[in-house]
């Protein structure tokens, strides 16, 4: 399966020669992906669960099919997909799922968690309920490129720890956690390992058995699917693991996750992660090509100009810079060409800065000067030569 060449609208310069970079936040759905899901919308309209009718079946061979395709594309077994309404979905489920198994087996056994200080918002409000709930939870500290460094790890295991769970490539930043040394160490110690994959699944290579990651987070709409579906991989076997189920109702999803499911979505899902798969060294080698012509090109036309997150352990489409001096919130009105993501925002009356630049290190000040630039399928070159040129007359 090849990916399309037809470029959907809005990613172009169509719309008044806008430029969207900001694939990290969503990707427009790939016309293969469109293409697959329109018959369950019409034609193929059954519920998988209706098992006594041939609409029925074609519904759950759609079904099936994806599972099969999301499976091989993190190297899964289909029996370890569990669809989701996406990868926030999916985080919570892990935390709340596990906190529900394990007080269901024994309610006076203590629980700790350990995530870092600059995972994704619904992992951090998430951890942050959960120690209302009793649950012990240790944020660790990261190095300055946004990485959870392994002795700091170790150290911050306990007896009673039951769960590490840290973001696999940085949403802001695109800086690479180590995961595979992570899951030696959860491993070792006998401790399930949770990781946040959504930015890593069709950007990075991610194989979960040879890894030996437990439990995974993703979601359709970062790999050019549908919004609104994702996954949670939950390992069979060495450890099998188990959490209680998220919705109660009619036993779809092995009992796990009740609920009449999404079938033109989760058709999506499926054909976009093949895409993902099959594509995924070409796309790798052509997005770290023009990631790094347009940080040499920013570099070249803006002084001071300075790179976030890791150099090279990085995210092949994501950049993320400070602009010294030079506030976003000023800078957004002239930057009405380009989709962007700003490191502060302004929300309720009161200005909130990204905890993952502060995290890193970044002042509030630098944090408010930042922009993420994330590149996808349809960026050309020629766009990033006229961003470069809209940032350097902006600033």
Same mark, same amino acid.
Request: contains cysteine; glycine residues 8%.
């Given at each position: 399966?090849?990916?399309?060449?037809?470029?959907?609208?809005?990613?172009?310069?169509?719309?008044?020669?806008?430029i969207?970079?900001?694939?990290?936040?969503?990707?427009?759905?790939?016309?293969q992906?469109?293409?697959?899901?329109e018959p369950?919308?019409?034609?193929?309209?059954?519920?998988p669960?209706?098992?006594?009718?041939?609409?029925?079946?074609?519904?759950?061979?759609?079904?099936?099919k994806?599972?099969?395709q999301?499976?091989?594309?993190?190297?899964a077994?289909?029996s370890?997909?569990?669809?989701?309404?996406?990868a926030?979905?999916?985080?919570?489920?892990?935390l709340?799922?596990?906190?529900s198994?394990?007080?269901?087996?024994?309610?006076?056994?203590?629980?700790?968690?350990i995530?870092?200080?600059?995972?994704?918002?619904s992992i951090?409000?998430?951890?942050?309920?959960?120690?209302?709930?009793?649950?012990?939870?240790d944020?660790?500290p990261?190095?300055?490129y946004?990485?959870v460094?392994?002795?700091?790890?170790r150290?911050?295991?306990?007896?009673?720890?039951?769960?590490?769970s840290?973001?696999?490539?940085n949403?802001?930043?695109?800086?690479?956690?180590?995961i595979?040394?992570?899951?030696?160490?959860?491993?070792?110690?006998?401790?399930?390992?949770?990781?946040?994959?959504?930015?890593?699944v069709?950007?990075?290579?991610v194989d979960? +058995? !040879?890894?030996?990651?437990? *439990?995974? $987070?993703?979601s359709?709409?970062? %790999?050019? =699917?549908?919004?609104?579906? @994702?996954?949670?991989?939950?390992?069979?076997k060495?450890?099998?693991?188990?959490?209680?189920?998220?919705?109660?109702g009619?036993?779809?999803?092995?009992?796990?996750?009740?609920?009449?499911?999404?079938v033109?979505?989760?058709a999506g899902?499926?054909?976009?992660a093949?895409?993902?798969?099959?594509?995924?060294?070409?796309e790798?080698?052509r997005? +770290? !090509?023009?990631?790094n012509? *347009?940080? $040499?090109?920013?570099?070249?036309? %803006?002084? =001071?100009?300075?790179?976030? @997150?890791?150099?090279?352990e990085?995210?092949?489409?994501?950049l993320?810079?400070?602009?010294?001096?030079h506030k976003?919130?000023?800078?957004i009105?002239?930057?009405q060409k380009?989709?962007v993501?700003?490191?502060?925002?302004?929300?309720?009356?009161?200005?909130?800065?990204?905890?993952?630049?502060?995290?890193?290190?970044?002042?509030?000040?630098?944090?408010q000067?930042?922009?993420?630039l994330?590149?996808?399928?349809?960026t050309?070159?020629?766009?990033l030569?006229?961003?470069?040129?809209?940032?350097?007359?902006?600033?």
């Amino acid at each position: 399966m090849e990916t399309s060449s037809e470029r959907p609208m809005g990613t172009s310069q169509q719309q008044d020669k806008a430029i969207y970079l900001d694939y990290n936040a969503t990707t427009p759905v790939d016309p293969q992906v469109f293409q697959a899901m329109e018959p369950y919308f019409k034609e193929h309209f059954g519920n998988p669960a209706s098992a006594g009718h041939r609409w029925g079946w074609v519904a759950e061979s759609a079904v099936t099919k994806a599972r099969a395709q999301v499976a091989s594309a993190i190297g899964a077994k289909s029996s370890e997909i569990t669809f989701t309404g996406g990868a926030t979905e999916s985080n919570n489920w892990v935390l709340f799922g596990l906190i529900s198994k394990i007080r269901e087996e024994n309610p006076y056994e203590p629980i700790h968690f350990i995530t870092s200080c600059v995972e994704h918002s619904s992992i951090m409000k998430a951890m942050g309920a959960v120690q209302k709930m009793g649950v012990e939870v240790d944020f660790l500290p990261v190095n300055r490129y946004g990485q959870v460094e392994i002795e700091t790890l170790r150290k911050a295991l306990k007896p009673h720890t039951k769960l590490m769970s840290f973001i696999w490539v940085n949403n802001e930043i695109g800086t690479i956690n180590p995961i595979p040394e992570i899951a030696r160490l959860a491993k070792e110690a006998k401790i399930y390992l949770h990781t946040d994959a959504t930015q890593a699944v069709g950007k990075i290579p991610v194989d979960v +058995t !040879e890894m030996g990651i437990d *439990l995974m $987070s993703f979601s359709a709409h970062k %790999i050019y =699917g549908p919004k609104g579906t @994702g996954a949670l991989y939950m390992r069979s076997k060495d450890p099998k693991v188990q959490i209680n189920p998220l919705i109660y109702g009619g036993g779809q999803e092995r009992g796990l996750r009740s609920g009449t499911l999404n079938v033109p979505a989760i058709a999506g899902f499926g054909v976009a992660a093949e895409i993902c798969q099959k594509n995924l060294p070409l796309e790798n080698q052509r997005m +770290t !090509e023009l990631r790094n012509f *347009l940080w $040499s090109h920013l570099q070249a036309a %803006i002084p =001071g100009i300075r790179l976030n @997150g890791h150099p090279t352990e990085r995210a092949p489409n994501n950049l993320n810079i400070t602009l010294p001096g030079h506030k976003t919130e000023m800078l957004i009105p002239r930057l009405q060409k380009m989709g962007v993501s700003t490191g502060s925002a302004c929300g309720t009356g009161a200005m909130v800065i990204s905890h993952v630049l502060t995290g890193i290190g970044l002042t509030s000040e630098e944090a408010q000067c930042s922009l993420r630039l994330s590149l996808g399928r349809w960026t050309t070159q020629e766009e990033l030569t006229q961003a470069v040129e809209i940032l350097k007359g902006a600033w």
